[in-house]
């Protein structure tokens, strides 16, 4: 099946912690995105990468980092510096030809 | 930052109602996109109306766009249970080819 696939599905933390989160899409597409979603509110762009081996940051890029070190993968850390990391986390990814965006079932991770 | 405000926050209708929501933004765009979530998924791609269009349909879905208000509207037409969600506007601009999400619209469709 071809789709975009986010693991694990829940994440627990404990403050202090640096955990990674990880994208993977079979869709052959260049561009590929990382969102935080916190409830109740619409989606914040953290980084993003229109190419292997390219990233540029979001708007809330600060305490996260990215690699885009093949196609199909796009992993995203939450490092310790991220003073609230508790949200939901959305991958996405674009193919060259469109404007859309094709999304994963998210990351809920939770700092205990 | 959010470009894309929607309007309302929420909105509780019966089934076979219509559903109406508005997103309203502040710089120019190249296209809008409506985007769908269930509770605790991914979001997922319903309609692109480019700046240069003024309405377009899919299937129970209309969108119009004013560019010179800046603003969308998406109209679901005979709401179903299954139409339960929230709803997103997302703008973009061709510079940097990234989309800036609204707050979005959480629709309740009650049997």
């Known amino acids: 099946d071809g789709g975009i696939t986010q693991s694990p599905k829940y994440l627990f933390r404990k403050e202090g912690q640096n955990v990674t989160l990880s994208c993977e899409q079979n869709l052959n597409h260049d561009a590929m995105y990382w969102y935080r979603q916190d409830p109740g509110q619409g989606l914040r762009l953290i980084y993003y990468?229109?190419?292997?081996?390219?990233?540029q940051k979001g708007d809330i890029a600060e305490g996260y980092s990215v690699s885009r070190e093949k196609k199909e993968s796009f992993p995203l850390t939450v490092t310790s510096a991220q003073k609230n990391p508790t949200a939901f986390y959305l991958c996405?990814?674009?193919?060259?030809?469109?404007?859309?965006?094709?999304f994963g079932p998210g990351t809920r991770l939770t700092v205990l | 930052s959010q470009q894309g405000e929607e309007d309302p926050q929420a909105l509780s209708i019966q089934e076979g109602e219509n559903a109406t929501m508005n997103c309203s933004y502040k710089?120019?765009?190249?296209?809008l996109q409506w985007y769908r979530q269930n509770s605790g998924r991914g979001l997922v791609h319903l309609i692109l109306?480019?700046?240069?269009?003024r309405e377009k349909h899919s299937g129970r879905l209309r969108v119009t766009l004013d560019t010179s208000k800046k603003s969308s509207s998406l109209l679901i037409t005979a709401s179903r249970a299954a139409d339960t969600a929230s709803y997103f506007c997302?703008?973009?601009?061709?510079?940097?080819?990234?989309?800036?999400f609204g707050g979005g619209t959480r629709v309740l469709v009650k049997p």
């Open positions: 990468s229109q190419i292997v081996n390219d990233f």
């Open positions: 109306i480019r700046s240069n269009e």
């Open positions: 996405a990814s674009r193919g060259a030809a469109t404007d859309t965006q094709y």
């Open positions: 710089t120019s765009i190249n296209n």
């Open positions: 997302a703008t973009h601009k061709a510079a940097g080819n990234k989309l800036t």
